[in-house]
């Protein structure tokens, strides 16, 4: 009998999301946070690159990727962030884009911490990875 996310992460919003994402399968959860978490650095670079050369075809791009694996796991605020860049650029308005890349690479790292909390709480309760 598979054991369910909300039972075995604190019950908050993140938890419930989870939940209903992925069916209580905390190993498939650990998979694609393993996966995201891997995917997201170079994301995150090839974003930042594209702010740096002002290219508004490549900001629209790879806001759209950052958004994709953001989206895997419901983060408004971060996912807000990568919408504005990848909405803007659709626009060809790219003067906001650094400001816009730095509160996205600060709601990346809190949505990482507290994606590692989840897991961590749940893996930690769930030893057999269940």
Not at 60 to 68: I, L, N, T, W
Request: hydrophobic content about 45%.
């Amino acid at each position: 009998m598979g054991h369910r996310v909300e039972t075995l992460c604190d019950a908050d919003a993140t938890a419930q999301l989870l939940h209903e994402q992925y069916g209580g399968s905390l190993r498939l959860l650990e998979d694609v946070a393993r996966i995201v978490r891997e995917e997201m650095p170079g994301r995150m670079a090839a974003l930042a690159d594209a702010v740096r050369l002002g290219d508004a075809a490549a900001i629209e791009a790879a806001a759209h990727k950052v958004r994709g694996g953001l989206l895997l796991f419901g983060n408004g605020n971060a996912e807000g962030e990568a919408e504005h860049l990848e909405l803007d650029a659709e626009r060809g308005e790219v003067t906001s884009a650094a400001d816009r890349l730095m509160a996205l690479e600060r709601a990346v790292a809190e949505w990482l911490k507290a994606l590692d909390r989840v897991t961590e709480n749940c893996h930690h309760e769930d030893p057999a990875g269940r």
